[in-house]
């Protein structure tokens, strides 16, 4: 079975976007330095945009769409794109104005019930959530302004079918937002498919044709598993120019 599919994953995932601060990591114990600044990374991404609005905005492994939402604060438009039928599911169930009702668990059979709910003063009348493959999106997707592809890349059989296809997605003068934690697994992209030197290098290589790279830091995020149990990774994020 797809882990993506699973009721876990969609649990972990919804916390990992619309969990409250003290949902993620409870005031009372005392956290490592480091986790709290690595909380709301699907916000902290859609950030390097800046703030000029745009036309046509694009979220591939949109997950379960808070970034998507937070780029319809800039974009007319948002399409959100995701592989995972329950992600999908549950973003547009949001948009719709629904809320989901999901279990963070803690230890053992323990749990605690949550709620996940859009953002507060989103635009989801401007985002259309659909499930699809970003190794073969349909030409039919047309061209965008904005285009944010988070953690997605290394999660891919082939990444390079969409590095090859990003430069007819993201319209002259529009901007790019990748960002990903090169945690390059044979699980989910066999070892030829890997980067043969580092990411950054191979992400130059084949964006740079078509790509100015305007900016690259690093960004935190944080994934609470249980409560003693959590992912802390870092991301590296990329911002480029379509020429």
Known sequence: ?????????????????????????PADT??????????????????????VSARRGLDLGCAVGRSA????????????????????RAAADLASGKEISYRRHDEGNRTTNLTAR????????????QQGDAMNLPETLGTFDRVHVANLLCRLPEPLALLRRLPSLVEPGGILVLATPCTWLAEFTPPENWPAGSTLDW???????????????????????TGRKFQWSRSLVTVWNRR
């Open 118 to 129: 859009a953002p507060a003063g989103n635009s989801s009348g401007r985002i259309l959530f």
């Open 1 to 25: 079975m797809n882990v993506y599919e699973t009721d876990k994953l969609l649990a972990e995932y919804l916390l990992f976007h619309y969990g409250a601060e003290d949902e993620i990591l």
């Open 69 to 88: 939402f937070e780029m319809a604060r800039i974009c007319d438009e948002v399409t959100g794109i995701d592989f995972s039928q329950s992600f999908i």
């Open 30 to 51: 005392a956290w490592p330095v480091g986790m709290r600044e690595a909380l709301g990374f699907p916000v902290r991404t859609v950030a390097h945009f800046g703030d």
């Open 203 to 225: 992400l130059t290589e084949n964006l740079g044709a078509s790509f100015d790279l305007e900016s690259q830091c690093d960004e935190p995020f944080l994934i609470r598993e």
